[in-house]
Antibody
Framework: QVQLVESGGGLVKPGGSLRLSCAAS????????MSWIRQAPGKGLEWVSY????????YYADSVKGRFTISRDNAKNSLYLQMNSLRAEDTAVYYC????????????WGQGTLVTVSS | QSALTQPASVSGSPGQSITISCTGT?????????VSWYQQHPGKAPKLMIY???NRPSGVSNRFSGSKSGNTASLTISGLQAEDEADYYC??????????FGTGTKVTVL
């Protein structure tokens, strides 16, 4: 069955960096677009970024553009999110999710990893 | 990109039907039939309930249905059950090739 496992979250100071990973299994990873979606404590969902199956197409939310970089390694069935210049408002649970090619739904989600930005 | 607008809360008694609205603009909800809905129980990851406005993934109860009119999409839960108590979020693809989520609605089963 489809499994997505995020890792790399933790406590980081404002201005710091963190790299999140998402290990995928149970499906053909290289066939799927992938996305990061976050949820601040007690708040709603916010789409962060997505990357095409080959990695050639990438989009970001305005709130993270220029600070976050999404990437993938299809040989390792892994998705990444490099987060730089972190701010308190980036504190959230970060989920990775699948997005089928030519479809616009997030059909499978990981359990999330918590990122806390605080001094 | 502004979040889509949903009511903060909706409630109903067991067996009743409720409807959650999701209002956007012609650049998102109104411009594409790519609205999806997600259910989230406390401490859990979201679960896809409806995609492409009105399609149900395999395994999702037919008590859940979706529709759209203009810039507003709707999720209807019929035959409300205790297990339906959760937060619900809509999402839409946008003209900027990005995605946007709704503000979220807490459903309470009385």
């Amino acid at each position: 069955q489809v499994q997505l496992v995020e890792s790399g979250g933790g406590l980081v100071k404002p201005g710091g960096s963190l790299r999140l990973s998402c290990a995928a299994s149970g499906f053909t990873f290289s066939d799927y677009y992938m996305s990061w979606i976050r949820q601040a404590p007690g708040k709603g969902l916010e789409w962060v970024s997505y990357i095409s199956s080959s990695g050639s197409t990438i989009y970001y939310a305005d709130s993270v553009k220029g600070r976050f970089t999404i990437s993938r390694d299809n040989a390792k069935n892994s998705l990444y999110l490099q987060m730089n210049s972190l701010r308190a408002e980036d504190t959230a649970v970060y989920y990775c999710a699948t997005r089928p090619y030519s479809n616009f739904k997030f059909d499978y989600w990981g359990q999330g990893t918590l990122v806390t930005v605080s001094s | 990109q502004s979040a889509l607008t949903q009511p903060a809360s909706v409630s109903g008694s067991p067996g009743q039907s409720i409807t959650i609205s999701c209002t956007g603009t012609s650049s998102d909800v109104g411009g594409y039939n790519y609205v999806s809905w997600y259910q989230q129980h406390p401490g859990k990851a979201p679960k896809l309930m409806i995609y492409d406005v009105s399609n149900r993934p395999s395994g999702v109860s037919n008590r859940f249905s979706g529709s759209k009119s203009g810039n507003t999409a709707s999720l209807t839960i019929s035959g409300l059950q205790a297990e339906d108590e959760a937060d619900y979020y809509c999402s839409s693809y946008t003209s900027s090739s990005t995605h946007v989520f709704g503000t979220g609605t807490k459903v309470t089963v009385l």
